[in-house]
């Protein structure tokens, strides 16, 4: 399984400041993703990136990869309260099936 | 496009009732797939689907049943509702399989007494 294992579990934050979130897998992978979940809601994709890519930018996103460590990194830069919300990483195989670890819930403070 | 929906939104049930958690989505994918998120637990996969009249079981099969006779529609079956199965269900889809990005449904959020 290439279920990913995010740390930290809980991460709290003073808006404007930045949101670090990790994840950690054990097989080789063809790309991870990182999806966000508002409360009661589903999950929404954020940001794809590729093994051969070690670094991917989208707005205030900024993710990075390191396959000899087999970890990623999640980088949300100027948070907003808005940005409360949990995440999850998705790396993915071969297979292409999708499996998701416990998240992280990050609370923004205003 | 409407994207993935999923009715009910909430529905209680008691043990070993049976009842059916509808999935449907209009992008024409032809992977769909369903999972549970228990507290603690983070997503974990049920069943899923490569195209219309294929099924396959994810990590937690047991207890559920599902079957893909049409591209849109996927649903899922619990013949016998256990406790155990209390939990929030999301249904996602994506064009095929070796597509990467999911997009998911708002989920329905099952309580089994």
Known sequence: SQQGEEDPQALSIQEGENATMNCSYKTSINNLQWYRQNSGRGLVHLILIRSNEREKHSGRLRVTLDTSKKSSSLLITASRAADTASYFCAPTGANSKLTFGKGITLSVRP | ?113
């Open chain 2, 1 to 113: 496009n409407a994207g993935v929906t999923q009715t009910p939104k909430f529905q209680v049930l008691k043990t070993g009732q049976s009842m059916t958690l509808q999935c449907a989505q209009d992008m024409n994918h032809e992977y769909m797939s369903w999972y549970r998120q228990d507290p603690g637990m983070g997503l974990r996969l049920i069943h899923y689907s490569v195209g219309a009249g294929i099924t396959d079981q994810g990590e937690v099969p047991n207890g559920y049943n599902v079957s893909r006779s049409t591209t849109e529609d996927f649903p899922l079956r619990l013949l016998s509702a256990a406790p155990s199965q209390t939990s929030v269900y999301f249904c996602a889809s994506k064009p095929s399989l070796g597509t990467d990005t999911q997009y998911f449904g708002p989920g329905t959020r099952l309580t089994v007494l």
